[in-house]
Nanobody, 123 residues
Framework: QVQLVESGGGLVQAGASLRLSCAASGRTFSTYAVAWFRQAPGKERAFLAAITWSSGSTYYADFVKGRFTISRDNAKNTVYLQVNSLKPEDTAVYYC????????????????WGQGTHVTVSS
């Protein structure tokens, strides 16, 4: 199976930027796509972005377009999420997830998850 480890979160002020990392290990050859989600306290888990492993095609939730960027480094088995112009509303635990077939934006369809990295944005 695949194991995922997120890193790069922290406490920052509004307007700051972070680069979140999702490092994969194990049987990564079967990965179709890697997606980023976030979950704030009391809210449902929300899709942010996804990237296909083979072609690098990217997909974004409308509310993050122009501010978040997903990318991959196949040699390092790592996917990144660059998050710019952070707002207090971005405070959440950020997760990466994978599946072996197309799963879209529905978190329930992903079966491999990291433990998350916490992003806190102060005003």
């Amino acid at each position: 199976q695949v194991q995922l480890v997120e890193s790069g979160g922290g406490l920052v002020q509004a307007g700051a930027s972070l680069r979140l990392s999702c490092a994969a290990s194990g049987r990564t050859f079967s990965t179709y796509a890697v997606a980023w989600f976030r979950q704030a306290p009391g809210k449902e888990r929300a899709f942010l972005a996804a990237i296909t492993w083979s072609s690098g095609s990217t997909y974004y939730a409308d509310f993050v377009k122009g501010r978040f960027t997903i990318s991959r480094d196949n040699a390092k088995n790592t996917v990144y999420l660059q998050v710019n112009s952070l707002k207090p509303e971005d405070t959440a635990v950020y997760y990466c997830a994978t599946d072996q077939t197309y799963s879209g934006t529905n978190y329930r369809l992903y079966n491999t998850w990291g433990q998350g990295t916490h992003v806190t944005v102060s005003s």
